[in-house]
């Protein structure tokens, strides 16, 4: 079933995950046609009538087996069971693609609907979602990092390009550091902004988003431009005695907060230290520092 450019593919939507409606809701909008849903509460039911309003729902192998294209919008750990359910009840066959949206995985976890000659692939759009129809505006220009067999590259860059996005080969075995990586530096960050956010809370600013925006952005957009060099504050200037005092304001203000808060300063004085702009001293007196103050 070689796909051409102007090949419009019947799409069927196992779980309404956030991801996977939002996609399946781009491939409607490039011309494809959602055969249906597959949900598995209340909830997610009508979740996806909302995002895919009109879309019929009903029983996975149904829809799977009159689909062309699978897409899997289960969680992670959820898509090899999802996957050998559907193969053991014959619902994937020869041709027959399916795609999961995963950052975590990449073909390997399909290879029951690969037994049976089902063409798979991994395709994640490397942006986060709310799970609302507007979510399909992010994957304008979206890195998609995708994951599948040679011969399938024109396919999958294919459905990358209907759904907006520009894809990033990753290769199999380099899955889980790609999303790890991502979890690292997207996930990590919300939660040390809501960290910080609470600092400032505490130190009676009621509004903290309007002292720490302006600096978060111009880090992020500075250490994505520059690396290690965009380090700024007191570990770089290896103000030890100013380190001490903010872990103290820590343990005392939001003790809940200091492990992190250490692991992270511990961080930065490698970074600096490989960055070349703390001196081995400098490094040495702040490690100090906080290993006193480690939980």
């Not at 055969?35 to 009109?54: E, I, M, N, Q, R």
Request: net charge negative; glycine share 10%; hydrophobic share 50%.
């Amino acid at each position: 079933m070689a796909r051409t450019a102007r090949s419009r593919l019947r799409v069927g939507v196992i779980g309404a995950g956030r991801v996977g409606t939002v996609l399946a809701l781009a491939l409607r909008n490039a011309g494809h046609h959602l055969v249906g849903v597959s949900t598995h509460s209340d909830h997610s039911s009508v979740k996806a009538a909302t995002v895919l309003p009109g879309v019929a729902q009903g029983a996975a192998e149904e829809i799977a087996r009159t689909s062309e294209l699978v897409l899997l919008g289960v969680p992670d750990d959820a898509i090899g069971p999802v996957v050998d359910e559907l193969a053991q009840a014959g619902a994937v066959a020869d041709g027959q693609y399916v795609v999961h949206p995963s950052g975590m995985h990449g073909t390997a976890v399909l290879a029951p609907a690969a037994e049976r000659g089902a063409l798979v692939a991994a395709i994640h759009p490397a942006m986060a979602f709310r799970g609302h129809y507007s979510d399909v505006g992010r994957l304008y220009g979206c890195a998609m990092g995708v994951t599948a067999a040679p011969e399938l590259h024109d396919f999958v860059e294919g459905i990358v390009h209907d759904l907006g996005g520009n894809p990033v080969w990753i290769a199999e075995e380099a899955r889980a550091v790609y999303h790890s990586a991502l979890a690292h530096g997207v996930n990590h960050l919300v939660t040390v902004i809501a960290q910080a956010t609470q600092l400032l809370r505490a130190a009676g600013i009621p509004d903290p988003a309007t002292v720490l925006g302006p600096l978060a952005q111009h880090a992020l957009t500075d250490s994505l431009a520059h690396g290690d060099a965009a380090l700024t504050g007191p570990i770089v200037r290896g103000d030890a005695q100013t380190v001490a005092a903010h872990l103290e304001a820590v343990s005392l203000t939001a003790p809940a907060v200091l492990p992190s808060y250490v692991a992270l300063y511990e961080a930065t004085v490698e970074r600096a230290v490989l960055d070349g702009r703390l001196s081995d001293e400098a490094a040495a007196q702040l490690r100090a520092v906080l290993d006193r103050s480690a939980p």
